[in-house]
């Protein structure tokens, strides 16, 4: 296994390396804290050779809310010398539009990584069509039920094919005693459920201007501490001041 870089030096270090292969990395946080720019870089940056802290594999894209832009990857491309067409290339792009057909998109996926070399597949956001198709509280057991087994189809890529899964998730105030005492009462959506199946789960809060923080939530190996990046036109940098 190997790791993926971030874009950014600074965050790489928290990592211990960069973005894991063969695991699932979670990004939470709230809107706007930079999931999906992250996501944007890492679709350009596992396609580097792997002495640039690439993974020298094509990048398979599952939006679904419908943020995924093009367009963006074209100056990530730029700045790592490589061509916007190629880069567009080795990114397949799917928008899931419920939960179900979410789950099917797996299902391709594996057929498409047993066929040509991947290195990583992201699924941004990973809960928001869980939260519309299992709207009502009643129905809290049946998503997690459903959930478990995406998440299980997900582990089975990370382990048969060693591409690194990263899922984005938004964070929900968290209503529970213990939010009483914590800095920032904010938690992961999706439960234990989610807490299991993620090896490493990253939380992204706004710095100043285009500065965020990066907090390692829970990881096996990696102490929790935290790290600045800047969000920049050509993607996750290291933050300029």
Do not use: W
């Amino acid at each position: 296994f190997f790791q993926l870089t971030s874009g950014s030096k600074e965050l790489d270090k928290l990592l211990g390396g960069g973005i894991e292969t063969g695991s699932i990395t979670e990004i939470f946080g709230e809107f706007r804290t930079g999931k999906t720019q992250l996501c944007h870089t890492l679709a350009v940056t596992c396609q580097l050779p792997l002495d640039m802290g690439g993974g020298e594999g094509k990048c398979l894209y599952i939006d679904t809310e419908g943020t995924f832009r093009p367009e963006r990857l074209l100056a990530t491309a730029d700045r790592y010398g490589l061509s916007g067409a190629d880069v567009l290339d080795n990114v397949a792009y799917a928008r899931a539009y419920n939960s179900d057909h979410q789950s099917q998109l797996l299902i391709q996926a594996a057929a498409m990584m047993s066929e040509s070399r991947y290195a990583l597949c992201i699924v941004d956001s990973a809960m928001a069509l869980y939260r519309t198709d299992y709207a009502g509280r009643g129905e809290l057991s049946a998503r997690q039920i459903h959930l478990a087994r995406f998440l299980r189809m997900l582990l089975r890529l990370a382990d048969e094919f060693g591409v690194a899964i990263v899922i984005t998730n938004q964070v929900v105030a968290q209503v529970d005693g213990a939010a009483m005492f914590s800095a920032d009462p904010k938690k992961p959506i999706g439960g234990h459920i989610m807490a299991h199946a993620s090896t490493t789960r990253l939380y992204l809060r706004k710095g100043r201007g285009e500065t965020r923080i990066c907090k390692i939530y829970d990881s096996p190996c990696l102490p929790e501490a935290e790290a600045m990046f800047g969000i920049y036109a050509d993607g996750i940098g290291d933050t300029k001041d």
